[in-house]
């Protein structure tokens, strides 16, 4: 089936700084998704993108659907507290159908 | 609107029983799924109903059966319990037309000894 190959696995930043993750596919999606899960929580949807090269904001996050089909990446710009979370992307080829990658581990020091 | 609930939020289960996970949604979607987490990956699609009545297979159905009698409950269920099921177990549902945009249950966090 298809896989996502998500990076990277965790990080540990400064709060204020810039973060950007990405993932990468072997096969091409419709729709890209990225979420983001507190402890003990669901995933809530942040950004979805659903046009090859279109590029989506949500207050500090940006987010991109590669040319290829074959990825997407996450921007989060002035890291604060609030943002610490496992962030997930997800890849969709039909309606509902979603293909999770293994998920970012977000840290963030005051 | 209580969005998606899950019951119950934790069990503990001794292999070969067997049990029932209840979804429910208010607010009149049409799909719903079913997903294990495993510690450290992803979210991994077990089930998944398009609407009342209907049901197909997601990437790992094997070992669970679900039920969509009425269009706001979806029912997973284990009819042997195994170790390898240990898992957090999330319910979604989401609009027809905006398949992509899921709105997902608290999780029910299931122990298999």
């Known amino acids: 089936g298809q896989q996502l190959n998500q990076s990277p696995q965790s990080m540990f930043i400064q709060e204020g700084e810039d973060v950007s993750m990405n993932c990468t596919s072997s096969?091409?999606?419709?729709?890209w998704l990225w979420y983001k899960q507190d402890p003990g929580e669901g995933p809530v949807l942040l950004i979805a993108?659903?046009?090859?090269?279109e590029l989506t904001s949500n207050g500090r996050l940006t987010a991109q659907f590669g040319i290829t089909r074959k990825d997407s990446f996450l921007n989060i710009s002035a890291s604060i507290p609030s943002d610490v979370g496992i962030y997930f992307c997800a890849g969709q080829l039909n309606a509902g159908k979603s293909t999770f990658g293994d998920g970012t581990t977000l840290t963030v020091k005051p | 609107n209580a969005g998606v609930t899950q019951t119950p939020k934790f069990r503990v289960l001794k292999t070969g029983q067997s049990m029932t996970l209840l979804c429910a949604q208010d607010?009149?979607?049409?799909?719903m799924y079913w997903y294990r987490q495993d510690p450290g990956m992803g979210l991994r699609l077990i089930h998944y109903s398009v609407g009342e009545g209907t049901t197909a297979k997601g990437e790992v159905p094997d070992g669970y059966n679900v039920s969509r009698l009425k269009k706001q409950n979806f029912l997973l269920g284990l009819e042997s319990a195994a170790p390898s099921q240990t898992s957090v177990y999330f319910c979604?549902?989401?609009?027809?037309?905006?398949?992509?945009?899921?709105?997902f249950g608290p999780g029910t966090r299931l122990t298999v000894l």
């Open positions: 979604a549902s989401s609009y027809l037309d905006k398949g992509y945009e899921q709105f």
């Open positions: 607010m009149n979607h049409e799909y």
């Open positions: 096969s091409i999606f419709n729709t």
């Open positions: 993108l659903y046009k090859a090269g």
